[in-house]
């Protein structure tokens, strides 16, 4: 079995390596190729992968290149976590927005916008190379936003599912409160990648008892301080959302907030430099602890899971990822990607039927839904009317005179990564 990461070079790849070298037996790899241009990174990242490798006993070969083409060739799953424009691009994401009292965040939002009008041209002409070289191989997409990245690949007919971690953080957050197994922990997980709402945690599977009352009424505090919201907003909702809804419940709070402490782009850039020098140290053979801080909990898991069951080889029967609605939320259009629990295999991801929503959640899924339509054909086609229309319909911008100031800041701040400009 080849698997291939673009954007091998990233800080976060050992936090991937990791986990290839302990569920070995449920995804076992042969060939795992780090593909990246950022040739030094690379260098660094890719030695300290071959020495966790060789410390817990993989007999895979690991390879480096910066050529995608020759990286991609023959391999049966491609996973992409790449981000365009590196740090300094997330820094402008999450500062230039703020100026007209707009939340400043890299996936969702104006500069959730901009990191979109980036990426899916670059992700479009990755995927169109892995078809040439191999049009069976599955697309695991981890780069953000993953609903519009998974959104353009599926629709330019690619076999792709997105993937995120928040669903398989907080299996793993309520499983240790709830003290179980977290495979016995099932979430009733619907809604739009980083827009989503946990409605039911079920022991035992789809079917299972209903834990969520009590898990509030004994945890409640725990999960709001995990959420960074107050727990009147759990308690009034009955749900638990996720930490990115806090960019909607309680947007002004949160804009003034950022403006009084550094971007997270650069408490991250400090850490990958931090990294970077470990991941030099040739005694350095397992995942350093700054990593935790990094970000991507659990995405290693969610990995190997997703990528054994599209490759045939076990995998968990249920799991959240981001795939074509097809009817599972029927006030969205078929060819909105939705993120919930799926069933899994060698066709792809086929959703879990989801019972009726609250018009509370439905309301802000369709309207998210109507904006990263509007902001794939953007980032399709390029042009100051077609930003403009994505982020007037966009809930955290909404008014006339800030998607005219954002427009224009976003295609100032974004120009040499913007053909059409």
């Known amino acids: 079995m080849k698997l291939a990461v673009v954007g091998g070079g990233s800080t976060y790849t050992p936090e991937l390596i990791d986990g290839f070298a302990r569920l070995r037996d449920t995804l076992p790899i042969e060939e795992l190729v780090l593909v990246d241009p950022a040739a030094d990174r690379l260098e660094l990242v890719g030695g300290l992968a071959r020495r966790i490798f060789a410390k817990q006993g993989h007999p895979g070969r690991i390879v480096t290149t910066s050529d995608v083409d020759a990286g991609v060739a023959d391999a049966d799953a491609v996973l992409l976590q790449l981000r365009v424009g590196g740090q300094a691009a997330r820094e402008q994401d999450e500062?230039?927005?703020?100026?007209?009292?707009?939340?400043?965040?890299?996936?969702?939002?104006?500069?959730?916008?901009?990191?979109?009008?980036?990426?899916?041209?670059?992700?479009?002409?990755?995927?169109?190379?892995?078809?040439?070289?191999?049009?069976?191989?599955?697309?695991?997409?981890?780069?953000?936003?993953?609903?519009?990245?998974?959104?353009?690949?599926?629709?330019?007919?690619?076999?792709?599912?997105?993937?995120?971690?928040?669903?398989?953080?907080?299996?793993?957050?309520?499983?240790?409160?709830?003290?179980?197994?977290?495979?016995?922990?099932?979430?009733?997980?619907?809604?739009?990648?980083?827009?989503?709402?946990?409605?039911?945690?079920?022991?035992?599977?789809?079917?299972?008892?209903?834990?969520?009352?009590?898990?509030?009424?004994?945890?409640?505090?725990?999960?709001?301080?995990?959420?960074?919201?107050?727990?009147?907003?759990?308690?009034?909702?009955?749900?638990?959302?996720?930490?990115?809804?806090?960019?909607?419940?309680?947007?002004?709070?949160?804009?003034?907030?950022?403006?009084?402490?550094?971007?997270?782009?650069?408490?991250?850039?400090?850490?990958?430099?931090?990294?970077?020098?470990?991941?030099?140290?040739?005694?350095?053979?397992?995942?350093?602890?700054?990593?935790?801080?990094?970000?991507?909990?659990?995405?290693?898991?969610?990995?190997?899971?997703?990528?054994?069951?599209?490759?045939?080889?076990?995998?968990?029967?249920?799991?959240?990822?981001?795939?074509?609605?097809?009817?599972?939320?029927?006030?969205?259009?078929?060819?909105?990607?939705?993120?919930v629990q799926a069933t899994v295999d060698g066709k792809g991801a086929t959703p879990l039927a989801v019972p009726a929503l609250d018009p509370l959640y439905t309301g802000l899924i369709a309207n998210v839904t109507a904006y990263e339509d509007l902001a794939l054909k953007a980032a399709l086609h390029g042009g100051r009317d077609r930003v403009f229309t994505a982020l007037l319909a966009h809930p955290l911008v909404g008014q006339y005179a800030y998607a005219e100031q954002l427009t224009d800041s976003l295609i100032a701040h974004n120009r040499e990564h913007l053909a059409w400009a």
């Open 95 to 339: 500062t230039w927005p703020l100026e007209c009292g707009c939340v400043g965040q890299e996936t969702t939002g104006a500069g959730g916008l901009a990191k979109a009008l980036r990426t899916v041209p670059v992700v479009l002409d990755i995927a169109e190379r892995v078809r040439r070289t191999n049009p069976n191989a599955w697309i695991i997409d981890f780069t953000n936003p993953v609903g519009i990245v998974t959104r353009a690949l599926l629709q330019a007919g690619h076999k792709a599912v997105g993937l995120c971690n928040v669903a398989i953080g907080f299996q793993r957050k309520f499983a240790k409160l709830l003290d179980v197994a977290p495979g016995e922990v099932h979430l009733d997980h619907v809604g739009l990648n980083h827009l989503t709402w946990e409605t039911g945690v079920r022991l035992g599977g789809p079917g299972g008892e209903d834990v969520l009352p009590r898990l509030l009424a004994e945890h409640g505090d725990a999960v709001a301080e995990d959420l960074r919201m107050p727990r009147a907003i759990v308690d009034r909702l009955g749900v638990v959302p996720s930490y990115y809804l806090r960019y909607y419940y309680q947007h002004d709070a949160v804009v003034q907030e950022l403006r009084t402490k550094p971007s997270r782009a650069a408490e991250v850039a400090g850490m990958e430099r931090e990294l970077l020098a470990m991941y030099g140290d040739p005694a350095l053979d397992e995942k350093p602890a700054l990593l935790a801080k990094r970000g991507g909990a659990f995405y290693s898991e969610a990995a190997v899971d997703l990528a054994a069951s599209l490759l045939g080889n076990g995998g968990s029967p249920h799991q959240v990822v981001n795939t074509v609605n097809n009817g599972t939320l029927p006030f969205l259009p078929d060819d909105a990607v939705i993120e």
